[in-house]
């Protein structure tokens, strides 16, 4: 141990260095790596360089209308259209958002479906989600969707205790069956397999992949089989040295490097179950899948699915470059899902109403100082939310200052000082020492008592 | 006329709810005469209305005891043009 010790001697600075390369601030903090890493596979050094991910295709598909509807009331139909529309947008032209799939199965899932092609945008492409049924492909057909997910559940809770099979082969035959069936139609099977971090993956899971792309072989391109990785209920590990089948990293390597899926075929479904939900996804994105699902504020079934913004940001810090992504929308889309009823909690990353807001009054006078210090990034820039600060008796006088020069839109040499806020300031204390007050204060209070103490920078910031 | 110290005794006697008579030179605003954080603001408010002057935020709250501000207030009302003889 004493061997690894060394002196760090100070690098003394006479101005501050803000780290500037890594924390652009008109970006997301980016996402850096310094050389491969190792992971030991069946007792094999491994190397994956996750440097190469700023160069390879990686992209985010949706399931918002799917897994994301399995868990609340449904849609409505101009509900659904409105969310693509803007989930369209916030891909941008390039299709970071590459697909959104959708379920086929009522009259209002076809008129969605037909709706939402009637926008005519590019991405994100429509694709279905049906069960492992041949008479489904009917409906693929008939909805003229180009691919399909198929649930093909590899885990022998599903094998034998949800399906009841005899055995596994017989499950392997029929899943096999219905992929057939998809190429018949000239409709690309995409696999879902459901539960497979609980999944025999050498005794079940690679055997059904060797044997799908054995399949693919034989038919064109286009056809040839997609396969999703569902960590159904959250089971995944991203630590190096963690066993299969829980190990996000030794998936990806089986079904990339030994089964020979290529990384564009392959696409990781996350579940939150153990709050690993983002970080697995991205993990995923590192070792050599190409494709991440999720959902618009990371809303699914049970405790939800990667959320989509956060793939955004990871996208983006992992690329260095916004690549026609609009953030913007994800507020516009956030105020929308609200507006129809989805709860999003406050202090949800990037969407919540308080994501920025800080309440504590060390932080309020950071914030005063230069708000870099207390924000994430441009938050007023990429997602029209500048760093707020929410007032009560902890927000302190410089939490009070913040709130107000953000009311009136005041920046620089222009920003009110503490002094002139004294009145608000008492008044706000007050509250709390001589009312009794337990709750914080609304803007709309806020704005009220503005304009009665501090009437001359109402007059003039307000103007009447 | 009050000099200046007797003036911010006044004013800080007012804002601290104090007896004038208690507050010495040397006290610090904070840790002698129990200044709260609204009151030290309120305090340079109404040093600032007392003389009229403007005084520089940070520089002011910085000011830690009656006869630092006596000082503090004397400099910044000669630059400012302000007589307090």
Redesign the interface.
Known sequence: MDKLRKQHPLVDARGPNLLEDIYPYSLPPLIRFERPVVEYIDGKAVEFDFRAVKDRDILITDTTFRDGQQARPPYTVDQMVHIYDLMSRLGGPNGVIRQSEFFLYTKNDRETLDRCRALGHKYPECTGWIRAVKGDFRLVKEAGLKETGILTSCSDYHIFHKLRFRDRAECMNAYCEIVDAAFEEGVRPRCHLEDLTRADIDGFVLPFIDRLMEMSSQVPEELSVKIRLCDTMGFGISYPGAELPRSVPKLIYKLNRECGVPSDRLEWHGHNDFHKVHANAATAWLYGCDVVNTTLFGFGERTGNPPLEGAIFEYIALKGDLCGIDTMVITKLADYMRSIGLPIPDSFPFAGRSFNTTRA?IHADGLRRDEQIYNIFDTEKLLGRPPRVAITDKS??DGLAHWINEFFGLKGKDRI??????KL??W??DQYDEHGRLTAISDQELEAKVRELLPEYWEKYKGS | MATIEERVKAVTARILKLDPGQIKAEHSFTVDLGA???QS??L??MF?EEFGIE?D?DA??SVETVDKAVEFIAEVCRQQGVDVN
């Not at chain 1, 000082?417 to 004294?422: D, E, L, P, T």
Request: net charge negative.
């Open positions: 009054g302190g006088t000082n503490k002094i002139k806020i004294h300031a008492r706000v204390i | 709260e954080s609204v603001i309120e340079v408010a600032e005084m935020e002011a709250l």
